[in-house]
C-alpha cells in the first residue's frame, strides 16, 4: 500500500512536470512568434529591415501585452519600441510603435532649440526620445515631419535650461513663457516644454538626458515655467512661478 502511494505520487509530480515544460515551451513559442510578427510588422509598415537588440530587450510579457526594442541601419545605436497587444482573448493583435519619435528626433530636438534660442537667448535644449511610450497608431513611413509635430500623442517633450545669469523676474517668467508658447502654436508643435533656471553651471553645461536631473538633484535647478498644448493647439496647462 505504501509502496502504491509513493509511485502514485512520483507519477502526479511527473505529470506536473511535464505540464509545466509543456506550458513553459508553449509561452517560450508564442514570445518567438511574437517577436517575429513584430518585426514583420515594421518592417512591411516602413519598408525597411529591423532587427530585435540581443540585449534584454523583452521588457515585458504579460498575457497581453508583449514590448521589444529593435533597431535599424538607418539608425544606428537607436532602440525603437515595438508592443504587441492582444485583444479579445488573444484573437486578436494590434501592433503600435515609436520609430518616428526616433527618425524625427534630431530635427525635433532642433526645431525646440530654435524657438528656444529666439524666445531666451543663450539657453540650451534637453530633448529626449521618450523609450517607453509609443506614437499614434495611424502614422506610418508616409507621415511628414510638420504631421508628426502636430499631433500630440508623438509625445514631443523638451527641456529650456537657462544659464544662472539669466533674469528670475516674474515678469520675465510670465512673458518669457507666453512667447514661447505662442512661438510653439505659431509652428504647430504640439509638445510639453518645462523651462528652468539652472542654479549650478556645471549641470547647465552636462545636463543632455532627462534622466541627467537626477545625477545632479533638485537643488541644480528651480522651475520657471511649463506648458503642455493639445491637438488643437491649446494651452491646457501653464505654471510660470
Not at 154 to 161: A, H, K, Q, T, Y
Not at 171 to 188: F, G, V
Request: proline share 1%; hydrophobic share 35%.
Amino acid at each position: 500500500m505504501k509502496d502504491r502511494r509513493i509511485i502514485k505520487f512520483l507519477g502526479a509530480a511527473a505529470l506536473s512536470c511535464v505540464i509545466l515544460i509543456t506550458g513553459m515551451t508553449g509561452c517560450m513559442r508564442r514570445n518567438r512568434m511574437s517577436t517575429k510578427d513584430c518585426i514583420s510588422y515594421m518592417e512591411d509598415k516602413y519598408g525597411i529591415d529591423f532587427t530585435l537588440i540581443d540585449d534584454n530587450g523583452i521588457n515585458e510579457v504579460t498575457t497581453s501585452v508583449l514590448e521589444i526594442y529593435v533597431q535599424c541601419s538607418e539608425y544606428p545605436g537607436k532602440k525603437i519600441l515595438v508592443m504587441e497587444e492582444r485583444l479579445n482573448g488573444g484573437k486578436q493583435l494590434v501592433f503600435h510603435d515609436n520609430f518616428l519619435c526616433v527618425k524625427y528626433h534630431e530635427q525635433t530636438k532642433a526645431a525646440a532649440e530654435q524657438f528656444a534660442s529666439e524666445v531666451y537667448g543663450e539657453c540650451r535644449v534637453v530633448c529626449d526620445v521618450d523609450g517607453s511610450d509609443v506614437q499614434p497608431d495611424e502614422f506610418d513611413g508616409t507621415t511628414s515631419f510638420e504631421e508628426f509635430c502636430a499631433k500630440r500623442g508623438s509625445n514631443i517633450w523638451f527641456e529650456v535650461l537657462l544659464p544662472t545669469d539669466h533674469s528670475d523676474s516674474d515678469s520675465d517668467k510670465e512673458n518669457e513663457l507666453k512667447k514661447m508658447e505662442q512661438k510653439c502654436i505659431d509652428n504647430r508643435f504640439a509638445c510639453i516644454c518645462d523651462v528652468y533656471y539652472m542654479a549650478d553651471y556645471d549641470a547647465y553645461n552636462n545636463i543632455k538626458t532627462h534622466t541627467d536631473f537626477m545625477d545632479y538633484g533638485s537643488s541644480c535647478y528651480s522651475v520657471a515655467g511649463k506648458f503642455l498644448l493639445d491637438n488643437d493647439f491649446n494651452v491646457t496647462v501653464e505654471t510660470w512661478r
